[in-house]
């Protein structure tokens, strides 16, 4: 038997990460795994998919890309063959999810960098088209509020390291004085380092960055990436586990939520 994914781009190192996992746990309960990445999220791309999926007999999906609330409620709605389990959706979507809880990582990540005495913040956000970019957003925003800063700059990424790299010369030529950088994923955060050094804008003047995935390789990016971590082998054991749970009682409602935490390394002081 088999489950379907249906990811966003496995360019990007979280939703590979996930993918990986997903497949993994599933191969333990003798689950194959076909993979679907459709280029657009909107309903009828997502409705094909599980079309294709119901073709192939498949009946539970792992729905890994982010979807507003009325996507995600009337792709549930209208297959309900199809036990579908989302995992980048915002809390108020009534469908099933198991998905991080953001706000402790984004406090968490505003605060050190306030507490190691920075004032002067640029805002690296993910695209306006995904949920989760925004949550992060609006959590950093609330933060910053809360310790008294209303000037934060922002910027938007598209993931990318790319984006990364060319937000930050945008960002700097025009702001000069920023000199605490949060990233929303550690992907755009490599380009953002890469932009600092070719700035120099490491050693004596630089500019601290925080990323958001703890991807694989953040530790090994130079300088180490202070991140806040989200597990992604967790998501992916916990989302089988629960589409599994999901496929023999469709009635069920999941609704779980999976911690997030700062990881601080040398990226920031
Ligand atoms: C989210 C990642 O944090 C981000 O880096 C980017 O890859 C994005 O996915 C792609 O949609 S993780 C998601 C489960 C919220």
Known sequence: PSIGLITASL???APSQIAAAVKSYAGSHQLEVSIAMPVQADFSSLQDRLNEFRAQHIRGAIISLPLESSVAERLAAENSDIACLFLDVSPESDVCCVRFDHRDGCG??????WDAGHREF???AGPESSVSARMRLSSWREALHRLGIAN????FGDWSAASGWQKTFELLHQHPRISAMVVANDQMALGVLSALAQLNRTGGRAVSVTGYDDTADSLYFQPPLTTVAQDF???GKRAVERLIQLMAAPQ???RELLPTRLIIRQSTR
Do not use: E
């Not at 934060?152 to 910027?155: G, N, R, S």
């Open 108 to 113: 968490a990540c505003v605060q050190h960098l």
């Open 122 to 124: 640029g805002l690296l």
């Open 152 to 155: 934060a700059v922002t910027v």
């Open 252 to 254: 069920i409602k999941i």
């Open 233 to 235: 082998n967790v998501l």
């Open 11 to 13: 360019t990007l190192h």
